[in-house]
């Protein structure tokens, strides 16, 4: 089982999302357990403050050392197994199809959901092991992209996903993007699905697969070739 732990000054964001699809089948089979904290609980100060001002001056509010510490250690004393601090921000690692398979190997991430300005320094420094990011763009906060990592995280557990070959044949497992795909009706606008996948030649069906895929992958994200032949 890994286990997500969530900091956030806005747990309510995370009340229906994982009630869905792969995310909640995951729960309910105990491969995945979620557990989502308020940044709040944790303030000793007025009116349980997270956040202050910036030293020297400038825009924006940043959070405190001590709230994030103290949560972060009561995450750590709750759950035994050894866990990784990412503190997701547009500064860290952009996650890719490739380095999600490194963290389906922990036992326990505790995700920190950035606001305002950022986070002190100091707590940077001394308590996170890991940035990481989405996306070279700006987010009012780290929920979006921690609900993205959970996401993508548990759909790489093969146990996760009821059907393990769906896994091996998606988009980046290959370094490919994905084939075009049909439903029915076989003919709908005009448009009508390709004869061959309708032919019950399964060679056939995989070799026009891959054509395509390499051809989706040059038109729309080439760059994953030259990763794919390095």
Same mark, same amino acid.
């Given at each position: ?39 709040? *609980?944790?303030?000793?100060? =007025?009116? /349980?403050?997270?956040?202050?001002? %910036? +030293?020297?001056?400038?825009? @924006?509010? #940043? !959070? ?8 972060? *250690?009561?995450?750590?004393? =709750?759950? /035994?197994?050894?866990?990784?601090? %990412? +503190?997701?921000?547009?500064? @860290?690692? #952009? !996650? ?135």
């Amino acid at each position: 089982m890994i286990k997500f732990s969530i900091i956030t000054i806005f747990p309510q964001m995370f009340d229906n999302i994982f009630q869905y699809g792969i995310i909640n089948q995951a729960i309910k089979k105990k491969i995945i357990n979620i557990n989502i904290f308020d940044l709040r *609980n944790y303030s000793t100060y =007025k009116r /349980k403050k997270v956040d202050d001002k %910036i +030293y020297g001056g400038g825009s @924006g509010m #940043l !959070l405190m050392f001590l709230p994030l510490f103290r949560a972060v *250690n009561h995450i750590k004393k =709750k759950f /035994k197994e050894p866990s990784l601090v %990412i +503190y997701l921000t547009p500064q @860290g690692k #952009l !996650l890719n199809y490739n380095n999600v398979k490194n963290f389906i190997k922990k036992k326990h991430l505790i995700f920190i959901c950035g606001r305002y300005k950022g986070i002190d320094e100091r707590f940077l420094k001394t308590q996170v092991d890991e940035e990481w990011s989405i996306g070279d763009y700006i987010l009012t906060g780290g929920e979006i992209p921690a609900m993205v990592f959970i996401d993508t995280i548990t759909r790489m557990i093969p146990s996760a996903l009821n059907n393990k070959n769906s896994l091996l044949e998606e988009s980046f497992n290959n370094k490919l993007l994905d084939y075009p795909n049909y439903t029915r009706p076989k003919k709908i606008n005009n448009k009508i699905v390709p004869k061959i996948l309708l032919s019950g030649n399964h060679a056939k069906i995989k070799k026009w697969r891959l054509k395509h895929s390499i051809k989706n992958t040059i038109l729309k994200k080439p760059h994953l070739l030259k990763n794919k032949f390095k």
